[in-house]
């Protein structure tokens, strides 16, 4: 995946500029995506976000419209090509580069990612008018391998799956999130954070449901640090609710 202050290049082949990241649920995608985005240079992108897929291939259309400065229109059947000539009027006449972002896109049906296939082929010469990232759970993979998608399985120029984090990771994880709190000194021992890390298996959702739940713990009892006693008691209340 590129890296998230790596500009697009807007003469890139309809394929380099469609991108797809697989992963677990709570292994961080959303923040991952929001942290990437938030470093586009606005001069030269037009972000269109989509947290929720769940609105058809109409909502799709009309996201683009809108985020673009169009008014929709009501029919979906006129609304197609709106979109078509505002992606392309925003590259070539304003010099940015849509970036159409989907969140949850394992939720996408097949007329949606169909459509999307449209939009990136809008135009019958190389260009694509927009770049496309897909987030969603390991399902969209499969998905996107079905025989009747594989035209646009053959436009995704990269593939990315979020692993979860290593020990080492989730230790240093802890602490960044600790000194955001406004503390610097230690409040994990090292076995409590390591168990975290085995019970949450490094996932992020998991890591700070554990970690709060043993600073809770770990204020009961009247402790400075949270161990691994603490981080036992976090285990139980999690898996009981």
Known sequence: MSSPGHPYRARQ?????????????????????????????????????????????RGIHH????????????????LIPQAAEHLAAELAERGRLPVL??????LLSHDQL???RMLTSAQLDSAS?????LLGQPQLRASMRLGVL???????GVRYAMAPMTPDETGAYLRHHTKLAGRSDQLFSDDAAELIHQASRGFPRAVNRL???????????????A???AVRAAITEVNDQ
């Open 129 to 133: 008018p927009l770049a496309v990232l």
């Open 227 to 229: 161990d691994t006693t």
């Open 13 to 57: 082949r309809p394929a380099e500029m469609l991108q797809s990241v697989a992963c677990l649920v709570g292994a961080g995608k959303t923040v991952a995506a929001r942290a990437a985005t938030a470093r586009l240079d606005a001069s030269r992108h037009q972000l269109i976000a989509i947290p929720n897929p769940q609105v058809g291939a």
């Open 211 to 225: 970690a709060a739940a043993a600073l809770l713990a770990t204020c009961t009892t009247h402790k400075t640090i």
């Open 150 to 156: 594989a035209a646009l399985d053959q436009r995704i």
């Open 101 to 106: 972002l989907i969140d949850e896109a394992h």
């Open 114 to 116: 169909e459509a999307i």
């Open 63 to 78: 996201a683009v419209v809108a985020a673009l400065g169009g008014v929709p229109r009501v029919h979906h059947a006129t």
